[in-house]
């Protein structure tokens, strides 16, 4: 059932516009396509059927499931993934803080580690890792930047699509420094069309073709452009926010407005040092990565990345409230420019 892969072909280099050029960089190797795994894409909270994904499988990037109201879970979502994949699951790659990490400390397919320790998942994939994993049929990515980059290092055997790849999906992830083009090209285009699985694809397929123009190219563009359509609802909304204490707040209604909610959630924190953002039921709660504050902790989640969570919209006043009685947080480091300027 596993595939055998060709021999790695040199990519182009890649111009100051994100387009490739020749010749090739030393170090820096490119898939053959006809080789390519099955991918298939997750979240912690919707996870795709494991009847679904063929062969040895890689889960890259995909949190456990923190405890959401009573229909989301560990055990109600995480769990029947691990026991339907069973022997077939080859590696499991995060790097979102959950207390169930513990349970897997002792099976060597999982490599788990905390936000704090490694800031973006790609960093985690190393040749080493991929050698001995050994040959796999598909892989399950998250459907962020990060999760998409890991997953076109794994099939580039553990080295980066680009120079500078691993930094690049490490402060789009943390909010922390600043990306280079080709990276917020592709975190737009993401953040645009989180839903499209033919755009995700078409990333993983451009990073690991060589980043040449074509059709791939062309569907990341075309999100990346709708992206900036959606500039001028999030900023309507974000005349919107109103502070209670520590807290800036936005309802943006129930789905109906046009907005980045990542976007609006930094602008918050020009206005408190924690922002929350309402939609369709759920509230988003966001801190800058240095801060210190852990929600997961404070709101007793069970997992996720500590300084961004949601939680069902009943937890609202709850949560404002627990966010301005907790102890001040002790920053994890000094805000880099980045965040001060967010």
């Not at 897997?104 to 190393?126: N, Q, S, W, Y």
């Not at 209604?253 to 924190?269: E, H, Y």
């Amino acid at each position: 059932m596993t595939r055998k892969r060709r021999a790695a072909q040199p990519p182009a280099p890649v111009s100051a516009t994100g387009t490739a050029s020749a010749p090739s960089v030393p170090g820096y190797s490119a898939a053959n396509m006809d080789s390519m795994p099955h991918l298939a894409f997750g979240s912690p909270r919707v996870l795709p059927r494991a009847s679904t994904i063929p062969g040895r499988v890689v889960v890259l990037d995909v949190a456990f499931a923190a405890t959401v109201g009573t229909s989301i879970s560990f055990d109600l979502v995480t769990r029947p993934f691990l026991d339907d994949l069973g022997d077939r699951l080859a590696a499991w790659v995060d790097h979102h803080d959950h207390e169930r990490h513990a349970d897997f400390r002792g099976d060597a397919r999982f490599v788990l580690c905390t936000k704090a320790e490694h800031g973006a998942c790609p960093e985690m994939i190393t040749p080493e890792l991929v050698r001995q994993v050994g040959p796999i049929d598909s892989i399950c990515a998250h459907v962020d930047l990060d999760g998409l980059y890991a997953a076109a290092k794994w099939i580039l055997d553990g080295r980066e699509p680009y120079p500078g790849a691993d930094d690049d999906a490490r402060a789009i992830d943390t909010r922390i420094g600043t990306a280079g083009k080709i990276a917020e090209k592709i975190d737009k285009a993401l953040r645009a069309k989180w839903r499209d699985d033919q755009l995700k694809r078409a990333v993983v397929w451009w990073l690991c073709g060589g980043m040449k123009p074509g059709a791939h190219a062309d569907v990341i563009d075309d999100a990346a452009a709708a992206f900036d359509l959606r500039a001028e609802g999030t900023a309507r909304l974000a005349d919107k926010y109103r502070v209670r204490g520590r807290v800036a707040i936005v309802d943006a209604g129930g789905g109906r407005a046009l907005f980045d909610k990542t976007d609006l959630l930094l602008i918050g924190q020009q206005r408190a040092p924690v922002s929350m953002v309402i939609s369709s039921g759920q509230v988003t709660i966001a801190a800058a990565f240095s801060s210190g504050w852990n929600f997961v902790d404070l709101l007793e989640l069970g997992g996720g990345m500590p300084t961004r969570v949601t939680v069902p919209e009943a937890r609202f006043e709850e949560s404002v409230r627990r966010i301005n009685d907790a102890p001040e947080p002790v920053p994890t480091g000094a805000p880099s420019e980045a965040e001060e300027m967010s």
